[in-house]
């Protein structure tokens, strides 16, 4: 087996002219120059040159319709073509037209409608006024391009694909500009991210490499709990969060910084968290997707997200990983793992919401019901009607429905879902729209959402920078029964790890 032959084929080189329509695609374009049709001299200003050959970048192919369209291709997962919806492409030597009018000389911004022609899915958010990202050398914050400029639509050219169409004004000759599915997030950004954490210092922050990716990425595995936790024979309450085992769906790494960010901070409530519980969290579950700019695929072309039932050590390192860990906690008495937490990204929903696992024990389930009923009321952008329990077999070897069916009734095994485009707040209408830091305050809450679930406001001496607690949905039927007693009756306390106020307990209401 010759995987780096295998990486070499699906990052070939540039993709040349004469490229025809069914041609399959092979790698990502390599600064390639659109030359119009019969065109034989030198490239010149104006010609379009577009290039996916860096981190997480994606774009299969170009193909002009004119000086001012051009048909683009995502370029498939590596070694699974039925995946096509990330796409990430730089564009630049853009001219600007000049046209002389009567008395004076106006500068006219060249405005051209690029087409993405391939798309593997036909529901999606394009049609609820999404839009791609845009930023450029001049203005290099991402945004989203004007919804009305954005077009979604079954086109005939392309056999009947959903084709997304959107225009844009270049207006500036020198600038690059990239253009993108959602916000980006690069395995790079991350590693830079956890080695500024680690910096720090912090002596309740732990990062170790729990494996290696097929194309020897780190695994990493952070652990976030005050050190006395860590000590020999302390019982430990394990929170268990992973990220990125879809590459494309980056909102899953700023909804995981958010929650990183929070749990290492100084807030009281941090505090207390990082007292009473342990947090494991492997943020990037698919490096090697994440650095070439999968959708949905490792590199080797495996949704890792249905393998959980039989992981191989070789074929899906970074899974089989995090399982062999997740099974040894679970067999460890010294250990309750209480949560299990999957962040992904949702191309056709608005919100946050959760997907958990249905029990027969109805007692069960509805307990499993108060973790997304408190987050509700923490975050107005996560929504609890849209939050569902199944057992779809076609979701079948996930993450979620594995450990659901393995680890016993006083665990949790949840989907955090998080919309690539908007939430809609309740009361209204209007979908607001996502921004990187709107999914880090997702992170912050679902962090802060501990605290009500193991009832420990009362060891929160004093809360200085209170976390908005806004509402959107009919507030969930979910109260906890008031509090009794010494904190020591808290669960979470020391030594009290099936506590008879636990949520656990089949005595409470739930
Ligand atoms: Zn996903």
């Not at 030597?93 to 022609?117: C, D, P, W």
């Not at 993108?180 to 690069?186: D, G, I, L, R």
Request: contains cysteine; charged residues 20%; proline residues 7%.
């Amino acid at each position: 087996m010759n995987l780096y032959f295998t990486f070499f084929i699906v990052r070939g080189p540039s993709v040349s002219n004469d490229t025809v329509n069914d041609d399959p695609i092979g790698g990502n374009v390599s600064k390639y120059i659109v030359l119009p049709n019969g065109y034989s001299g030198q490239p010149k200003k104006g010609h379009l040159t577009f290039d996916a050959c860096f981190e997480s970048g994606n774009l299969g192919r170009v193909e002009q319709v004119s000086e001012f369209e051009y048909d683009l291709f995502i370029r498939p997962d590596t070694c699974n073509p039925r995946f096509r919806v990330w796409f990430n492409f730089t564009v630049e030597n853009v001219k600007e037209s000049q046209v002389r009018g009567m008395v004076a000389i106006y500068r006219v911004t060249l405005r051209v409608i690029f087409n993405i022609v391939n798309f593997s899915k036909t529901k999606s958010l394009y049609r609820d006024g999404m839009a791609p990202m845009v930023k450029s050398t001049s203005r290099p914050k991402w945004q989203r391009l004007p919804p009305k400029n954005v077009y979604y639509y079954r086109c005939p050219d392309h056999r009947k694909n959903y084709v997304m169409s959107f225009a844009f004004c270049f207006d500036r000759e020198d600038d690059m500009y990239q253009f993108a599915y959602c916000y980006p997030y690069t395995y790079t950004r991350f590693q830079h991210y956890l080695d500024n954490l680690q910096k720090r210092n912090m002596d309740y922050f732990f990062r170790e490499q729990l494996g290696q990716s097929v194309q020897q990425r780190q695994l990493d595995l952070l652990t976030i709990t005050s050190p006395e936790n860590l000590r020999e024979g302390a019982d430990k309450k394990v929170i268990f969060i992973t990220g990125r085992v879809h590459p494309g769906e980056t909102p899953s790494s700023f909804v995981c910084q958010g929650i990183i960010d929070f749990l290492v901070s100084q807030h009281p409530v941090a505090r207390v968290l990082r007292e009473h519980l342990v947090f494991k969290i492997a943020p990037m579950l698919n490096p090697d997707g994440v650095y070439l700019g999968n959708y949905r695929c490792s590199l080797m072309g495996f949704d890792l997200n249905r393998h959980w039932l039989d992981p191989s050590p070789w074929a899906h390192p970074t899974l089989h990983g995090v399982k062999q860990l997740i099974i040894k906690m679970y067999n460890d008495p010294k250990i309750s793992l209480e949560f299990y937490i999957d962040i992904h990204a949702h191309s056709t929903m608005m919100n946050g919401f959760m997907y958990g696992n249905i029990f027969e024990d109805e007692e069960r389930f509805q307990r499993q019901s108060i973790f997304p009923k408190l987050l509700c009321q923490n975050a107005e952008d996560f929504s609890y009607t849209s939050t569902s329990f199944n057992r779809d077999a076609v979701k079948a070897g996930t993450g979620r429905r594995f450990l659901g069916g393995l680890l016993d009734h006083t665990s949790y095994c949840y989907t955090l879902e998080v919309s690539f485009y908007s939430y809609i707040i309740g009361g209204t209408t209007s979908a607001v729209p996502y921004t990187e830091e709107a999914y880090m305050k997702l992170g912050r809450n679902v962090a802060r959402t501990f605290l009500d679930y193991y009832r420990l406001n009362p060891l929160v001496e004093k809360i200085t920078v209170p976390m908005p607690r806004l509402r959107k949905e009919n507030p969930p039927p979910y109260k906890h029964p008031s509090l009794r007693g010494s904190t020591s009756n808290v669960p979470g306390s020391r030594g009290d790890k099936k506590s008879s106020m636990n949520h656990k307990d089949p005595s409470t209401p739930f």
